[in-house]
């Protein structure tokens, strides 16, 4: 990919933004990106690049309830359904609170807005973004944004391309942890190894990745950086809709 043309992030965004949009993930190994990369190489893509750098570090906190409604409702495959954290752009700064519903047909909507990094609790004008978010997505009994606090945290590296129908991201790294005690221990980490998270954004038509992700026998894996994360390290929790995927791919 060090050969294949640049795309700036002003241009990424304006030609795909995809703030509403069909995400499918694949969790595969390095031959199989390799198999992947050479194939999409027809279709010309590009790849994101700021001041010189194509791959970007990120950190992203989860925040739940102490009873986990978010993590109970992906469990239990909710229709309709919510995720909200804050996502740290490593390498390029800045952060943004994220505010993820799930709407009919899988479609995937997010809005977001600058925010500072959380500790315990959201500041009052993003508490009130997320609890307006919350209640335009007219879901079921929806949380108060003062329930909400930090239980996971995910680091990866991401790199981004830019094909003629949809984005095409590759994180790499992935790692999760727990939020910090109160009492300032450390909890364990766990992590994917050398396995490749793939995700396609794109609309409700499958993209050229996906098909030919597809042609070569796969099919998207049910994986959560959140939710798959937490039943990694909470093995208590009920793992159903991920439970192949972590005694296939992550069982190590």
């Given at each position: 990919m060090a050969s294949w043309p640049a795309v700036g992030l002003d241009e990424l965004d304006d030609v795909a933004a995809l703030q509403t949009r069909v995400d499918r993930k694949y969790v595969l190994g390095p031959a199989e990106v390799t198999a992947l990369l050479d194939g999409v190489r027809a279709d010309r893509p590009r790849v994101l690049e700021i001041d010189g750098r194509r791959t970007f570090a990120y950190a992203s906190t989860y925040l739940d309830t102490p009873d986990l409604t978010t993590f109970h409702q992906a469990a239990r495959r909710r229709r309709r359904r919510f995720k909200v954290r804050t996502r740290t752009y490593v390498d390029t700064g800045g952060t943004f609170l994220e505010v993820k519903t799930r709407a009919a047909r899988g479609v995937t909507v997010k809005e977001r807005r600058p925010a500072d990094p959380v500790t315990l609790t959201?500041?009052?004008?993003?508490?009130?973004?997320?609890?307006?978010?919350?209640?335009?997505?007219?879901?079921?009994?929806?949380?108060?944004?003062?329930?909400?606090?930090p239980v996971l945290t995910s680091r990866y590296?991401?790199?981004?391309?830019?094909?003629?129908?949809?984005?095409?991201?590759?994180?790499?790294?992935?790692?999760?942890?727990?939020?910090?005690?109160?009492?300032?221990?450390?909890?364990?980490?766990?992590?994917?190894?050398?396995?490749?998270?793939?995700?396609?954004?794109?609309?409700?038509?499958?993209?050229?990745?996906?098909?030919?992700?597809?042609?070569?026998?796969?099919?998207?894996?049910?994986?959560?950086?959140?939710?798959?994360?937490?039943?990694?390290?909470?093995?208590?929790?009920?793992?159903?809709?991920?439970?192949?995927?972590r005694r296939d791919r992550l069982a190590a």
């Open positions: 959201l500041r009052d004008d993003d508490a009130a973004f997320v609890d307006d978010r919350l209640a335009a997505a007219r879901l079921a009994a929806p949380p108060s944004s003062a329930d909400l606090v590296r991401r790199t981004t391309l830019l094909l003629p129908d949809a984005r095409l991201t590759l994180d790499t790294a992935l790692t999760w942890s727990l939020a910090p005690r109160p009492d300032g221990g450390t909890h364990p980490v766990a992590d994917v190894g050398d396995l490749v998270v793939v995700e396609t954004k794109a609309g409700t038509a499958p993209s050229s990745a996906d098909r030919l992700l597809w042609r070569a026998g796969h099919r998207p894996d049910r994986i959560s950086k959140y939710a798959t994360g937490l039943t990694l390290l909470r093995p208590e929790l009920p793992d159903h809709p991920w439970r192949r995927l």
